[in-house]
């Protein structure tokens, strides 16, 4: 089966009411200005033969750019990618916080417990979401690569490298990570219907030198993700996703952006730069992803504890500093 043949079955599958309140690849929409357009170029092949009796490849007209195609093709693809990551991340953030409710609201869902099957409710809705943007990341690299097939071009390569500077490659998310974190901390890797349906996640090593976490989504895709600090070079403690995509521990980010853990890493300074690439202003909308931490508290408990004590130690060694210097400041020494 062709892949738009299997796009549509999913979009009219048992997702539909989901995708009503999502966006999607106009995955049909994009194919038809595409196919337009090779026409028009084959047009132009046409009569630019009766001139030249050039018969090579590189000659018989394949635009690098079509003004028309592109205006058409790019602005609406990047707006789809825009709005399903951020679909994404809010439906993700909206289960996870769910997931790890305190308070009054954990307190209601248990009750809620008593009436329905909450945690599963919760796995489904994890599995619509893997299978969500898994089939837009496959809808958006494949119209990308018969973009460059009509266009004999590599501008869908350029723009693959535009929506990750632009921080909205689907499957790059910091929230994938989480979703796979998830997964693990509710136990399913032992459960064999969700191994077909969800897909399979594996975190590995996490108490030796190359932690990584495994993702084996739908349609065959292998995501593996690194779960080491770049700064302190262990596995990532009470870890954030900087905007930019690279995760580091709570007390290494804060120190590489000259603030006191206390203070938090959305408390950078805008000119503070991710210590990997460099890129400015990246802590402010920084993602503390409670479920990996989660999963490396369940996963490596004398780690944790380790790690845990120790950044306690250095929060409270910090806040006497700070509050010193508040108090000489104040009093004039």
Known sequence: MKFGETFTEYLHGEEEWFLEKCRYVEYKKLKKVLKKCKTCNSTRSDD????????????????????????MF?????????????????????????????????????????????????????????????????????ILKKYDKVHGSENGKNFKLKMRAERIELLHSPWLIELGAFYLNSGLEKVGNFKNSFGRVSCENLNEDQPVMKLMLPNSIELEF????????????????????????????????????????KAAPQCSKCPICREVGVYAEAVHMIELHLLLKIRSKEYWKERMMGERSEMVKQSKMFWNEQTMQMIGF
């Open 48 to 71: 630019e033969h009766i001139i030249s009796s050039a018969t090579s490849l590189s000659d018989s007209c394949q635009y690098q750019s079509c003004p028309w195609c592109d205006q």
């Open 74 to 142: 790019f602005e609406e693809l990047m707006k789809e990618a825009y709005d399903i990551a951020g679909c994404f991340k809010s439906r993700v953030r909206h289960l996870l916080h769910l997931h790890v409710a305190t308070g009054m609201q954990r307190y209601m869902m248990r009750l809620r417990r008593c009436f329905t099957d909450e945690k599963q409710a919760l796995i489904h809705e994890g599995h619509i979401l893997i299978q969500y943007i898994t089939m837009n990341a496959i809808a958006i690299r494949k």
């Open 226 to 265: 690194d779960l080491v600090c770049a700064i302190c070079l262990e596995t990532v403690f009470n870890p954030y996703a900087l905007k930019c995509g690279h995760i580091f521990c709570k007390a290494c980010a804060c120190s590489s952006a000259s603030v006191m853990i206390f203070q938090g890493v």
